[in-house]
C-alpha cells in the first residue's frame, strides 16, 4: 500500500480493498479518537467537527469517533447520534468511521450501535460496561451478546475496547476467545489501550488470521504491525495523522524504526501534559481558532503555564499541521 493511501478496509483473504466494496470488508490503518469541538455555551460543535474530520481523512486517517479523547462519555446519546449524522450528511464516507458506541446502558448501546450500521460506518469501537467493577466475564458476555442480537444486522463489526486504567473493566482473552466463537462474522477485532505491550502481543498470538489488533498509541505501532496487527487508533492522531501513517504505511521499510523513535519523541512529549486539553490545545493553535480549546466539565483546560510549555515542545520540534486551518 502507498503512503498516500487513504484507510482501508481489507477482506477476508488480506487484499485492499476497493472503495466500492461491500459492508463485510474490514477497516485497518491509523484512525483517531476525534476530539470534540465545543461552543462557549458547551453546546457541541458540529461545524468545526466537521472541518476537523476532513482534515484527518486528506491524512489519510480513519475517525473513531466518540472516543476517549472525543470525551464521548460526556456527551449525551442524542448529541452522539446527531453528529455521527452530521457528519455523513457533510459528505464524510462512514466506511473510514468507527463510532464508539459502548455504553452503561444495554439500550444505549444497542441504540447508537444500530444507527452506526444504518448509516454504513465500517465497524464501531464497544467500551464494556464500566460502572460495575469486578464483573465476571459471564456478565460481560451477556453483555456484547445482547447488543449484538438486538442490533441483529450482519453487517455489524464490533471493536472491542480494552482500556483497563480508565474502564478498570478488562477484555480478556478468555472473552475474546468466547465471543468469537458465538459471533464470529461479527466480533472483528480490537482496540488495546492497555499500555501493556506483553498484553497487546498476547492476543495477538491467541487469535492472528481471525481478529484484528489495532494498538491504542502509535508508540506500539511497528510492533503490532510486526506481529501481525493491523494498526493503531492513537490520540495523537488528531494532530500527527500523516507521520503515523507513514510508519504504518512503511512498516516494512529499513527507516521503520527511526520513525517509530520520531513519534515517539512527539507521543511523550504531549503525555507530559493532560491528554486532551493538550490536543485541543494544538488544533486551536494551528487552526487559529481559540474556542477548541474548550473542555466539558469535569475536564479543564491547560494553565497558561501548561500551554507555553506545550507550546516549547512543539516548537523545539518545528511542529505543525499541514492543511490547517481548514475552511
Partial sequence: MSETAAPVREGSRGRTAAAGDGPARRIVGVLSPVVTPFKPDLSVDADRLVRHCRWLVSQNCGLAVFGTNSEANSLSLEERLALLDA????????RVMMPGTGCCAITDSVRLTAHAVKRGCAGVLMLPPFYYK?????????????????????????????????????ITLGLIERLLKAY??????????????????????????????????????????????????????????????????RWRDADADERQATLNDLRF????????????????????????QTVRPP?????????????????KRGFAMPGWPVR
Fill in 87 to 94: 457528519l455523513i450528511e457533510a459528505g464524510i464516507d462512514p
Fill in 134 to 170: 469486578g464483573v465476571s466475564d459471564d456478565g460481560l458476555f451477556r453483555n456484547f451478546a445482547e447488543i449484538i442480537e438486538r442490533v441483529g444486522d450482519a453487517r455489524l463489526r464490533v471493536y472491542l475496547y480494552h482500556i483497563p486504567p480508565v474502564s478498570q473493566v478488562p
Fill in 184 to 249: 464470529p462474522d461479527t466480533v472483528a477485532g480490537l482496540k488495546d489501550s492497555s499500555g501493556d505491550w506483553s498484553n497487546t502481543e498476547a492476543v495477538l498470538k491467541a487469535f492472528r488470521g481471525v481478529f484484528d489488533v489495532f494498538a491504542g498509541s502509535e508508540a506500539f505501532l511497528l510492533a503490532n504491525m510486526r506481529n501481525g496487527g493491523k494498526g493503531c487508533i492513537s490520540a495523537t492522531a488528531n494532530i500527527n495523522p500523516a507521520a503515523i501513517h507513514g510508519l504504518y504505511a
Fill in 269 to 292: 512529549a504531549m503525555q507530559k501534559f493532560p491528554m486532551i486539553p493538550a490536543l485541543k490545545h494544538t488544533v486551536a493553535r494551528f487552526a487559529g481558532e481559540a474556542a477548541w
Fill in 299 to 315: 475536564l479543564a483546560p491547560l494553565t497558561r503555564e501548561q500551554a507555553e510549555a506545550l507550546d516549547r515542545e512543539l516548537d
